[in-house]
């Protein structure tokens, strides 16, 4: 998430379209010496970044999605949201952590997470999602949201 929020600090400032921004290499030694101080400077300038006047009607530069590849502000906010909500997730129940998002969250968030197509492109290597399971057809909340992103619910690391 330290790299996503420098690509999406920097698309929302006009420059996103620099690969080099959005390249996890660039970040490792900075991680390496301070995983929290780096992540939490990175996650303040993406927050910056986001409160510009122009932020939501600005057009954001999302190389990962293909060459040329842009997103208004608004929806490209909403893809960053969608990712820390689903990250949040995979990181508590990789350290076996509860996750108790507010409803208002998950409100927001159910809607924009609904709105990611699946297909066969999910299938690929790299995709941002696996193909939507079929679930419960009662799930919901952020249960539905990982279903249709491709994450079981009851999915449990491996413990060595």
């Known amino acids: 998430m330290t790299v996503q929020n420098h690509g999406f600090a920097a698309s929302a400032r006009g420059h996103g379209a620099d690969l080099a921004v959005w390249d ?9 010496r301070d995983p929290a101080g780096t992540y939490a400077t990175a996650a ?4 910056e970044a ?10 954001f530069a999302l190389p990962e999605f293909g060459p040329g590849a842009t997103a208004p502000g608004e929806m490209a906010i909403g893809f960053h ?12 129940r990789t350290i076996g952590a509860p996750l108790d998002l507010p409803d208002d969250v998950i409100a927001a968030v159910l809607p924009l997470a609904l709105a990611v ?4 492109f999910r299938a690929a290597e790299g995709a941002p999602f696996r193909p939507a ?4 057809d009662s799930a919901a909340g952020l249960e539905r949201i990982l279903l249709h992103l491709g994450r079981s619910p009851a999915w ?5």
């Open 50 to 59: 986001f409160a510009a006047d122009d932020a939501l009607t600005a057009s």
């Open 24 to 32: 996890a290499a660039s970040v490792v030694d900075a991680v390496s």
């Open 44 to 47: 303040a300038d993406v927050l």
């Open 81 to 92: 949201f969608v990712d820390y909500v689903v990250h949040a997730w995979d990181v508590a």
């Open 117 to 120: 197509a699946d297909g066969e």
């Open 156 to 160: 449990e690391p491996t413990r060595v």
């Open 133 to 136: 399971i079929d679930g419960d």
